[in-house]
């Protein structure tokens, strides 16, 4: 059975810098799109970063961009979310999620996903 094991969540100030890591397993990892979302209290969960399997082609949310930098180690069959200058309005639940074809958003399609990891910014 795959498993995303999402970590590296956390308490932390406005303009602080966190990493969160998903390790996969039982996952044929380096032919999968990796992607993080995300779901704040009360609101719908939403897309935040995607990344092919080569590592070669990123994408993301226009509410992270420039402060956030997604990135794969297939060696060791983690995906990475490096979060910088981070806002009270980042705080949510961080999810990992697996699918087979890059550049996709949308919940739906993707394949397997993780229990998620608990981001809280304060201001």
């Known amino acids: 059975q795959v498993q995303l094991v999402e970590s590296g969540g956390g308490l932390v100030q406005a303009g602080d810098s966190l990493r969160l890591s998903c390790a996969a397993s039982?996952?044929?990892?380096?032919?999968?799109?990796m992607g993080w979302f995300r779901q704040a209290p009360g609101k719908e969960r939403e897309f935040v970063a995607v990344?092919?399997?080569?590592?070669?082609?990123?994408y993301y949310a226009d509410s992270v961009k420039g402060r956030f930098t997604i990135s794969r180690d297939n060696a060791k069959n983690t995906v990475y979310l490096q979060m910088n200058s981070l806002k009270p309005e980042d705080t949510a639940v961080y999810y990992c999620?697996?699918?087979?074809?890059?550049?996709?958003?949308?919940?739906?399609?993707?394949?397997?996903w993780g229990q998620g990891t608990q981001v809280t910014v304060s201001s």
């Open positions: 999620a697996a699918d087979r074809f890059y550049g996709r958003v949308e919940i739906f399609q993707y394949e397997y």
């Open positions: 039982r996952l044929s990892f380096s032919t999968y799109t």
């Open positions: 990344i092919s399997w080569s590592g070669g082609r990123t």
